[in-house]
């Protein structure tokens, strides 16, 4: 990622992440973790709170204009749950919101989630900055479709 | 302020006399012996802290023992419990092998605990799915997906047939770690028991219940915290004359930890827990003799050996004298802080995963020598997935090779007059006392759940401690140091199958069952809701006899309390 470019980018508005457990999972050590890093890297952060709907965590994503929702799991559900909140954004032809994952994904269904667009899929002892970087990365896609600039 | 009030503070303040040494061979060995060794050696020394942020010396000596060290420890069986709550302890009887174990059907838990009990397992332990420990049967629109991944599935007491199918409930004791809808899987146990012509005298087991750890840590939760706590005050009224032998909640501090929180956290919260519990049952009119004996706790055993021992030694005491000096119990039985313990989960790492299997036998070392009375090993599998008959087998082969060839279960608290031991212990109870005068002058435990005070107490400690593992301060083998290509294990794998099975089986209940009798009790059970006074228990039995399912039964609850909404947390 060249600086000069992703600054010009994110000048006027800081990266904007929407972490979400869309399942029914309340395991939220690792979503207050990266809540806190991803705000150290200077980005805004918002937590959509326990058992969101995947309609919820849409609405909130489209609502609050997000760049990136960041899901994660830790019940095993990512390949139905995850996949809803993909479908939702699909019909309603959204294009300038990322989707990264995380959480107990075994490496087998890494492929399936990438094909529905959701990237990332971090398991456990994955060094936070490769989770930031990847964001950095998937929210310099969104914002440029945002700005219409491919 | 009257004198309960002062307490905390006022224990706090003699515990810190207990030491007045000035540690004066420890001094001069310093200046004298290991300062000149590290300058000639160009030692590094860098301060050790453990995860309590308790800072330690490189050494402790007899001078770090407290002044009063022989009335602190007691002997094995004898008040305060610090070196065990029986005069025999493993050499009486081992401990109970415990293995957490559901997935899938109830068919597929019912075969897993039937391998678990042939290959020597002495204690069952039901593990439910995350619609069930939310109050949802599987057909409702949330459950999708979810069904048997993270247990078994149960929407109603047929599930709990099929679970229980060919098992003595008359001779087995049965652990269920659920929490917000315990009483409602209770009243199945108890059912389906009466059905099988077991007295409830004999009925053993354990639920976990334990709602305020759920604000906590584990946020499974479906009212607002006085609405489940009022389903505990019943479990407990109901339970402390019926059914004796029933542990109708497990106080936890194991999700405290895995959430997050320092052993010294996991510690002082949970034993607040136990004395909001102790406080609701006195105020519900019960003599804290008759129900404090049947109050049982529930540790983590993470990865730092000595301090996960010197905690359960801690929590011995802490319990023990509280219950005495606070409570004015007088009966032993009353003291005896009985606790599972299980190995710790974050601590197993996704990369090379058979060092999971060390691990645990670090940490179920640390619980035999805390004095733990069941014990649970994870298997080495579980970063990935449930885990897989092998896993499984080889964690209980974990127990049965410290317990059988060790010879750690040959001397009771082996550790017991280690200087450092007893130094830490002690380190652990004042430092447990601290929050407990805390949380008393927060307004108690409820106002610093509602506050978010511990769960934002919690998410500082786990923060600073992935800071120290992102700076490689502190090292997990394989995920950030002598870290090799990793290479996919074969895990156990929850079909769709379960999900379909578990469909069925509701709809054909649905269309089969006594639906006048269904309407009748739950309309009688929603009457016993509404009024404060009522205990819940019996109306709950009635319906789920008449396979009123978990969600029909939990909703009642949904529209007469509502739900809850935690506070900000980061």
């Not at chain 2, 750690?408 to 430092?431: F, N, R």
Request: net charge neutral; hydrophobic share 40%; glycine share 8%.
């Amino acid at each position: 990622m060249v600086a000069g470019k992703s600054q010009s980018l994110f000048k006027d508005r800081p990266i904007k992440v929407l972490l979400a457990k869309p399942g029914i999972d309340g395991h939220d050590r690792g979503m207050f973790v990266l809540a806190k890093s991803f705000r150290d890297a200077g980005m805004d952060v918002l937590y959509a709170g326990l058992l969101p709907t995947p309609e919820e965590v849409v609405d909130t994503a489209v609502n609050e204009d997000v760049d990136v929702i960041a899901l994660s799991l830790m019940n095993g559900a990512h390949l139905t749950v995850f996949k809803k909140v993909a479908d939702l954004m699909k019909k309603r032809g959204i294009t300038d919101i990322a989707i990264v994952g995380g959480g107990t994904i075994p490496d087998q269904d890494r492929p399936k989630l990438a094909r529905m667009g959701i990237t990332g899929n971090y398991g456990p002892g994955t060094p936070i900055s490769t989770i930031v970087e990847h964001v950095k990365r998937r929210a310099e896609e969104a914002r440029k479709r945002k700005l219409g600039l491919n | 302020m009257d004198q309960s009030e002062n307490y905390w503070s006022q224990r706090l303040e003699s515990m810190r006399l207990r030491r007045d040494k000035i540690n004066s061979r420890y001094n001069s060995w310093k200046k004298d012996t290991l300062n000149p060794w590290n300058k000639s050696s160009r030692n590094i020394t860098e301060e050790r802290r453990n995860s309590s942020d308790i800072i330690l010396r490189e050494v402790y000596t007899e001078e770090d023992l407290s002044n009063n060290i022989d009335q602190e420890l007691g002997m094995p069986g004898t008040y305060p419990f610090t070196r065990g709550i029986y005069p025999n302890m493993y050499r009486g009887k081992l401990w109970t092998m415990r293995m957490f174990s559901g997935f899938g059907t109830p068919e597929d838990t019912n075969r897993r605990l039937k391998y678990l009990i042939s290959h020597g397992e002495t204690g069952l332990s039901i593990a439910f799915d995350m619609p069930t420990l939310y109050g949802l049967d599987c057909d409702s629109k949330r459950s999708d997906g979810e069904v048997g991944k993270c247990g078994v599935s149960v929407s109603s007491l047929k599930d709990m047939e099929v679970i229980f199918r060919g098992i003595d409930l008359g001779k087995v004791s049965t652990s269920m770690t659920i929490n917000a809808p315990a009483i409602v899987l209770t009243a199945m146990y108890f059912a389906l028991a009466q059905k099988k012509h077991v007295p409830l005298e004999n009925v053993a087991g354990t639920v976990q219940a334990d709602i305020l750890k759920e604000y906590i840590a584990q946020k499974e939760w479906i009212y607002p915290p006085e609405a489940h706590l009022r389903m505990i005050r019943d479990m407990m009224t109901f339970c402390t004359k019926n059914a004796p032998k029933y542990n109708y909640i497990s106080i936890s501090g194991y999700h405290i930890r895995e959430a997050g929180s320092s052993a010294v956290q996991e510690l002082a919260f949970t034993l607040a827990d136990g004395f909001y519990y102790i406080d609701m049952g006195i105020e519900a009119g019960l003599d804290v003799d008759r129900f404090a004996p049947r109050l049982s706790f529930f540790f983590n055993s993470s990865i730092n050996f000595f301090e996960e021992i010197a905690k359960m030694r801690a929590a011995r005491r802490i319990w023990a004298t509280v219950l005495k000096e606070k409570y004015g119990a007088k009966k032993e039985r009353s003291l005896l802080m009985r606790f599972h313990t299980q190995t710790s989960g974050y601590t197993l790492t996704w990369q090379q995963p058979m060092n999971n299997i060390v691990r645990t036998t670090i940490e179920a070392m640390a619980a035999v020598l805390g004095g733990t009375q069941s014990l649970h090993t994870n298997s080495y599998d579980e970063a990935w997935a449930l885990p897989s008959d092998n896993a499984v087998k080889v964690a209980l082969r974990t127990q049965q090779i410290i317990a059988e060839e060790s010879g750690l279960a040959d001397v009771i608290d082996p550790l017991g007059g280690s200087y450092y031991v007893e130094w830490l212990t002690d380190q652990m109870e004042e430092k447990a006392f601290e929050y407990f005068d805390r949380i008393e002058r927060m307004g108690g435990i409820l106002n610093a759940i509602k506050s978010g005070y511990l769960q934002k107490e919690i998410a500082a400690t786990s923060y600073k401690r992935q800071i120290r593992l992102e700076k490689g301060e502190e090292v997990m083998v394989g995920a950030n140091k002598y870290v090799e290509d990793e290479h996919p294990i074969s895990i156990l794998r929850i079909s769709r199958k379960a999900q379909d099975m578990q469909l069925k089986r509701l709809r054909d209940i649905k269309r089969t069952r006594d639906t006048a009798k269904v309407t009748r009790s739950l309309d009688r059970l929603r009457k016993a809701m509404e009024d404060p006074d009522e205990n819940l228990l019996p109306f709950m039995i009635d319906a789920v006899k008449a396979y009123a399912t978990l969600e029909e039964i939990t909703n009642i609850g949904r529209e007469i309390y509502g739900g809850w909404k935690e506070p900000v947390i980061v």
